[in-house]
C-alpha cells in the first residue's frame, strides 16, 4: 500500500514513520529544500538560530518513534533536561521568578513572591493532573472525526470544567497576579489566548511537571536530522522541494497529486501536514466541500500571528537563563489587542531564547545566540509590515538593551527577522497565522479540522491545525491519530 505524505514539519516526520511501520510504502515531499517545516536552522556569520520550536516537554513521544523500529532514540539524539524551565520577568518592577525544576525548587520560588498562594499551586498542579490523565492519556491520541465521540466525552468535559478559560482556572488557585500571569502563559505556545482557550490545555501545567523541558543538543534542527535518518534508515523516499499544487479526484478519494514540476505522484492515501486552512480553500475542489469545512474555512478565528527577531551579540550574558518570558506592563488588554486582528498594539510581550546556555556551538566563542519572539496580529489586521517591522525592531532591541541584555546596541550583530507575511509565504498559513486555528473550546476535539477528511476518505490530516492541536506534543500526537485512522498495509481503502 503507498502512501504520500505532504510537507516535512514534525507532523509529517512522525506520520511517515508511523505508516513505514504499519507496513504501508512511503513517499514524504517537502516544499523547502530542507525538512522540519517551521524547524528551519539559519546561520548567519558563525551564529546558528533555531527558528521552530525549542522547547522538548514529552521525550516519549519521540521514543516511541525509534521504539517502532527496534531502535533507541538516544543513539540519535541527546535531550538535555533545564533547570531552570523558564525564568518570568516582570519588566513593571524588574521581579524575576524561576519556574521549574523540582517542585520544592518552585514552591520556593512562588513563597518570594506570594506566601499565600504556595497550596494554591499544589492544588493547581492536582486539578492539571486530573484533566491530563483524560485529556492527554485517554483523548489526544484518539480521532475525533465522529461526534458521538465528542459526545461521549462530555461528562468528563463538564467534570473538568472545560468550558471555563485558563485563565479562569488558573485564577481559581492563585492569587497573585504576577503569579496568575505565569501560570497561564502556556494556550500562547500553541497559539491560543489565555483568556478563550479551553482549560484543558491547562494539562501542560502537569505535562512539564511529570517529564521536565529540555533542550536538544544541537537544538530542534538535529531533531529533524535525527528522524531523516531514521526515515532513510527504514526506506522512506523523500523528495525535497517538491510540493501539492492540486489533487485529481476519483469518487470520495483522491487519486493522485499534481506537484509543482508537473509531475503526478499516485497513492492509495495521502496524508497532508500543513495549514488544513490552505488545504481547503486552496487546494482542493470548493464545490465539493461539504458545509462544515466551509464554516471552519471561513468563520474560524485564526491563531496570532508571531514576529520573530534573530540576532548575535559579540559579548554573552550569562545571566540570561536558557528560556525567559519578558512580560510587558499590560497583560489582558494587549491580548484582547492581539486577538482583535485589527492593529498593531504600542507595547509588547517577549519569549527570549538563549540556546548558547546550554550549547556554545550555536555561537562562535566569546558570543551568544538569540531569538526573540513576540505574539502580534495575525495578517487579519490591517498592518503594514514593510513599515512596521523596523519599528517593533528598534523597540525590541530598546527595550532589552535597557533590562536582560545591557549594551545590547553596541553588541548585536547578524540580526534578521521574520513576520507573519513570512509565515504565510514560507509555510503556506493562511492570514499568517503561527499556529493555524486558535484552541478555543469551540475550535478543540471535533469541532477541530478532523484527522480523517470530511471529504476525501483516503485524505489524512496531521498538525497543528487538527486534533489534538499545536505544540510539538499535539503534532505529535496527531500522528498517532492518523496511525489509527490508516488502514492497515493488506487492507482494501474504505
Known sequence: MKTVVIGGGFGGLACALRATAKGHEVTL??????????????ERNGFIFDAGPTVVTAPFL???????????????ITFIPLSPWYQFYFSDDKTRFNYGGTIENTLDEIEKISPDDVSGYLKLIEHSRKIYKVGFEQLADQPFHRLMTMLAQVPHLIKLRADRSVWKMVSRYLKNDKLRQAFSIQPLLVGGNPFSTTSIYGLIHYL????????AKGGTGAI???LRQLMLDVGITIKTETTMVSANISGKCISSITLNDGETLSADNFIYNGDPLFLYQQLLPQSRQKMSIRLKTEK???????????FGTKAQYPNVEHHTIWLGKRYE????????????PDDFSLYLHRPTATDASFAPKGCDSFYVLAPVPNLRANINWQTEEPKLRKKIIDA????LLPNLKQTITSVFSMTPEDFKADYLSEDGAGFSISPKFTQSAWFRFHNRSEVYNNLFLVGAGTHPGAGMPGVLSSAKVVERLLPDSQTDLP
Open 29 to 42: 515531499i517537502e516544499k523547502k529544500t530542507e525538512l522540519g517545516g517551521r524547524a528551519q536552522v539559519f
Open 62 to 76: 519521540f521514543d516511541e518513534l525509534f521504539s517502532l523500529f527496534g531502535k533507541n532514540r538516544q543513539d540519535y
Open 208 to 215: 512539564e511537571r511529570q517529564y521536565g523541558i529540555s533542550f
Open 224 to 226: 529533524v536530522e535525527s
Open 300 to 310: 474560524s478565528q485564526r491563531s496570532m500571528g508571531l514576529y520573530v527577531l534573530f
Open 333 to 344: 488588554e494587549l491580548l484582547k489587542e492581539i486577538f482583535a486582528e485589527k492593529d498593531m
Open 400 to 403: 532589552l538593551d535597557k533590562t
